[in-house]
């Protein structure tokens, strides 16, 4: 496939970064390892290079290769692998699949006004790792980890282990194709992930001829914030987030609009759970704007503290945001 497009040939030819010597392997043969590993499903490349073992060299034929690179060559490799590299394999790729055009329809929602919506989600997700103690005497020299090139200490959620690492992933919901993925140490630089998320997602619809107004993201908890959100909203993207900023719940608006009868119920089918929904149509994200749909979800607690959201009274609140380019579209969807 990616000779009948010329997509090896531009690689080859194209694709250029300062590096350390690699013997006889060129930047293909890497590209090649990684495509396999994404394709395989396998949790770790020791397994996939296991799997791969029997029929090596049949694998990099399919490539116009024919050595396949030993897993410490790959790893000084991706090493040495700078960010202009990074971003040029990206783009190069992201062209080749938009150019081959594989699904028939970009997929979409439409909402009640028959407006078409592209939803991506975008998702930041983190990963501990367990590291086993190690002996510090003055006779030994100091500990060295290969985890600290990748992992630092940050916030482990319920995972179990001593370092994380943070992962944003870019996915297209109706064709499930992923658009982008970007990784940091620690806690990492979620707002600035989300910011590279932007730019993949409008070139994404430009490619597709499509107004980046149409884009709509899923957000969860941890971009419900302000200002991950004001970024998102500047872009001109439309969302629906998870809300954070439980203080919005104190506005003399919000008040009264729990004062008064709830917009809609619904009930879990499985869990039979029941949860009030409040919408406020217009609400200011900050002091100064911009505004934004807030719809309220309520439900009797079961635990004390509530596992999401904040309890008053006995029920707990959570929040969602809608741009305010959804009023309508959101406000008739809740109403079915």
Known sequence: MFTHTGMLK??????RFARARFGQY???????????YILSGETTLLAFYERLAPFASVFMAL????????????????AALDRPTEEALRTLFQKDLLARNPFSSSGGLCDRTGKQWLVVDVDGTRQAARQRALPQTDALPPPHRRFDLVCAPGYQGRKRGEVVRTRTVV?????????GTFGGS??????????QAIGVIKNYATELGLPTTSALLRLDGLYGG?????DVLTAGLGMIAR???????????????????SDHMCTHPESGMTR?????????????????????????????????????????????????????????????
């Open 243 to 261: 809300s954070r900023a439980y203080h919005l719940l104190d506005l003399d608006m919000v008040k009264q609009t729990l004062a008064r009868t």
């Open 63 to 78: 490539f116009g290769r024919d050595q396949l690179p030993h897993r410490s060559t790959l790893s000084r490799f991706l």
């Open 10 to 15: 531009t690689i080859q030819e194209q694709v």
């Open 276 to 336: 009030t929904l409040y919408d406020c149509a217009s609400v200011p994200l900050t002091p100064t704007g911009p505004e934004v749909r807030l719809v309220i979800a309520t439900h009797a607690i079961t635990s004390s503290p509530a596992d999401v959201g904040v309890e008053r009274d006995g029920i707990a609140d959570h929040t969602e945001y809608h741009a305010k380019c959804l009023v309508q579209a959101i406000t008739n969807s809740l109403r079915v």
């Open 171 to 179: 996915l297209q919901a109706h064709t499930h194709q992923l658009l």
């Open 26 to 36: 060129d930047l293909i043969d890497f590209v090649a390892v990684l495509i396999g």
């Open 186 to 195: 620690g806690n990492g630089d979620y707002r600035g992930e989300l910011r």
């Open 226 to 230: 302000a200002a991950p959100l004001i």
